[in-house]
């Protein structure tokens, strides 16, 4: 340890170190991987070995990340490619045993910030995601069925911008299924086309008319599994939705990423009339 320290610059020789280390017999030195980006007295480096001040890294994952886009996260951190970390993804066997019919991990790759080492596993930060997502739906005490839930947790995630707006929108959703209407949620499209390596950075018409069962616009009820993950307060949401006649909402064009909410078409076509005629002038 001395040897390494003293190659790299840290120390500037090796007996520095080793005296130090004479004096303070009884400190208990923890492995790791330590950075040291300058150069340090023998007692700092033997406080830091001892303190076990590990060199990490933060892993930030907001909600409504789906697992595409914490890849790209991962991926920036310089440790693994963001594919393999989306194969690890892809493996639902981690979440089986609470949700039996979940596609992969999606929706339980929990946001939060998170701790990753030079060599955390991609397995490993799946595991410590799902571990946080498991404590969260624990401390909920919900008999509400998970998969359901958390499936419409994930669209009223990337649905609603404004944190005000999730019940309300997650009760235009619940409104629709109780009367067994198409969702046609615009992310569940997107979700679709990123599944099949398809999507083009923009919704086209084919992604609307595409057969996947993940499209709401062309199947009845909610998709096969989450399309992103959603935080504590979506989640809680959708078990507790807005008491509401809506049926439809539109952007507003003030760019507040609020909604206009309407229970008739004909309402529901004015506001996106008025939507339109604001965006493209």
Sequence with gaps: MATVLADKGVVERPWLFLAARALRRGTNLQAGEYKFDKPASPFEIL?????????????????????????????KLGTMPPETFLAAAKN??????????????????????????????????????????????????????????????????REARRPEERPVVASVFHNRLRIGMKLDCDPTTVYAALLDNRFRGTIYRSDLADRSPWNTYQHPGLPPGPIANAGLSTIKAVLS???????????????????????????????????QRATHH
């Design 92 to 157: 639902p066997a981690m979440i089986r045993d609470l949700d039996p019919d979940a596609p992969s991990l999606e929706g339980y790759l929990f946001p939060n910030k998170y701790r990753v080492y030079r060599h955390t596993t991609a397995d490993q930060i799946c595991r410590m995601m799902t571990s946080e997502f498991r404590a969260q739906w624990k401390a909920i005490r919900t008999g509400a069925p998970l998969h359901d839930t958390v499936t419409l947790a994930s669209m009223v995630e």
């Design 241 to 275: 939705p807005a008491e509401t006649p809506y049926l439809y909402f539109v952007a507003k064009a003030d760019g507040s990423g609020g909604h206009n909410f309407s229970e008739s078409l004909v309402k529901h076509y004015a506001a996106v009339a008025q939507y």
């Design 47 to 75: 406080g830091r070995l001892a303190r076990g001040d590990i060199y990490y890294m933060e892993l930030l994952i907001p909600e409504g990340f789906n697992m595409y886009d914490i890849a790209d996260a991962v991926g």
